[in-house]
Structures are given as C-alpha cells and as structure tokens.
C-alpha cells in the first residue's frame, strides 16, 4: 500500500544536506566521541548518565584528545559515572596537561601541590617545583586561578628551585612546540 502525502511528507528529510543520522557519524572520531561524552554528560538531548559520558570520554581520551582526558580526569576525581579514583585521576590529568590542556595543567598543579604538603618532606621542593611548573603552564594559557596559585607557591621555595620550575616551564615548551589547547 502507497503511503498517503501526509506518510510520504514525513517519511523523508526536507534538505538531505542538514540532515544528520547516525548512519554518516564517524563514531571512531575522537572530536564525536568527546561531543556525545558532553551529551551524556550535560542530559542535552538524552537523559543524563554519567557512566556513558566516561566511556565516551575514555574513547576519545585514548586518542589522545586533551579535554577529552581532562573531563575523564575530572570524572575519576568526583566519581561521576566510574568509581572515585585519584591514581586514575591523576594519570588522565596528566595525559591532558602534557597534551596542553590548561585545565589538565592547572589539576597536575594542584596534585603535585597537595603531595608537597602530604608527602614525604625531602620530596616536597621536587613536589613543588613540579607544581610551579604545571601552574605557569596553565596561567600563561589564562587559566582562572593559576596564576595566584604559582605566586603563592614561590612562598615556600628557594630562589634555586624557583629558577629549577621555569627552566622546566622553557623546556616543555621547546620539546612540545607547546600550543595551547583550545577551551
């Protein structure tokens, strides 16, 4: 039986060239899968789930996208959708601060700070230095909140270890021809 015009209106898309099915999404595509974990995650056109957000993000944080790893980062420090982590928080923060990422480096900042604090006191100026060094990363990207966290580090270091922290700051730069990621 022929569908009526009112089937035959609806049946097909309007202007094929705007229409988007799954049948064309390249879902091995890391910039696809990072797009549907920020779906997931935000609830925009599906019911929120965070445990489908992380396996998406882990999709595309294994292909080397920086927020991609950044956010799977975030996710394993807050147990949102994986089971709460900081070893795995760590490792996916700084895959996207070594990728760029000023979120990740502002994290990788904040982690090597707590272990100065926390850690055993003959490594906290290595701890520190670390942490001056992922803080400056991140401010020279305007991360919020970077730059006031390196300025008040300096309170507790030498002036050699100071000099140490941006020595590694020039030297991630030339050995990663250091761009920016985009936010």
């Keep these: 039986m022929e569908k009526s015009w009112l089937g035959k209106m609806f049946s097909r898309p309007r202007n094929n060239k705007l229409t988007t099915t799954t049948a064309n999404i390249n879902y091995a595509d890391a910039e696809v899968q990072f797009g549907q974990g920020v779906k997931f995650a ?32 975030t996710m394993y420090a807050q147990g949102q959708g994986v089971a709460r982590d900081d070893a795995q928080s760590v490792v996916w ?52 909140n970077a730059e006031g966290a390196f300025a008040t580090l300096t309170f507790k270091m030498t ?6 922290a941006i020595r590694r700051v020039a030297r991630f730069s030339a050995v990663k021809e250091f761009k920016p990621a985009q936010r």
């Design 42 to 73: 935000s609830g925009a056109g599906v019911a929120q789930d965070y445990t489908q957000a992380a396996d998406w993000y882990r999709k595309a944080a294994e292909q080397n996208h920086g927020l991609a790893q950044f956010n799977l980062g």
């Design 159 to 164: 002036h050699a270890d100071v000099a140490e």
């Design 93 to 144: 923060f700084d895959r996207a601060a070594n990728a760029g990422d000023a979120g990740g480096q502002y994290n990788m900042g904040r982690c090597c700070q707590r272990a100065s604090m926390d850690g055993l006191p003959a490594d906290a100026p290595e701890a520190r230095i670390e942490a001056y060094k992922w803080f400056q990363l991140a401010a020279a990207q305007g991360y919020k």
